[in-house]
């Protein structure tokens, strides 16, 4: 009978180590390299900034879709959910630049003017001889 309760308190033990190293690897998420750009990023990596997961870059991606480009990291604010504190965590992780996605969607379309189909061969003609002049 003694040795099943040893067993059961190393067992829990070794539950409870478990856990715990669980909890502080993903509390420790490694910051990325460089500030990510808040304009550009997609979801993995906005999820990459300690302070924001799945619901977060969600919310960030989603703000940006309905009202366009970041002016500031500060920006953030208005989202449910991250206040100053939270914000001032994740801050030196982040930047905002202009998207080369939000120039593309900014700029009025360019038309394009149809190709000249190419005369037959052996016949030559400038623009002046294809013009008759008035009668």
Aim: aromatic letters at 2%; proline letters at 10%; a positive charge.
């Amino acid at each position: 009978m003694r040795q099943g309760k040893l067993q059961v308190r190393i067992s829990l033990s070794v539950l409870a180590l478990c856990f715990t190293l669980a909890a502080i690897s993903v509390a420790t998420k490694k910051p990325p390299p460089k500030p990510v750009n808040i304009n550009a990023a997609n979801s993995e990596e906005l999820q990459q900034v300690p302070g924001i997961g799945p619901a977060t870059a969600e919310k960030i991606l989603q703000m940006r879709k309905s009202y366009g480009s970041f002016k500031s990291v500060d920006d953030l604010l208005s989202i449910k959910g991250i206040g100053k504190k939270r914000l001032e965590k994740m801050r030196k992780y982040l930047t905002v630049t202009k998207s080369t996605v939000a120039n593309k969607v900014s700029r009025p379309a360019v038309s394009v003017s149809p190709l000249k189909k190419p005369e037959p061969s052996g016949v030559v003609s400038s623009p002046a001889e294809a013009e008759e002049p008035p009668n």
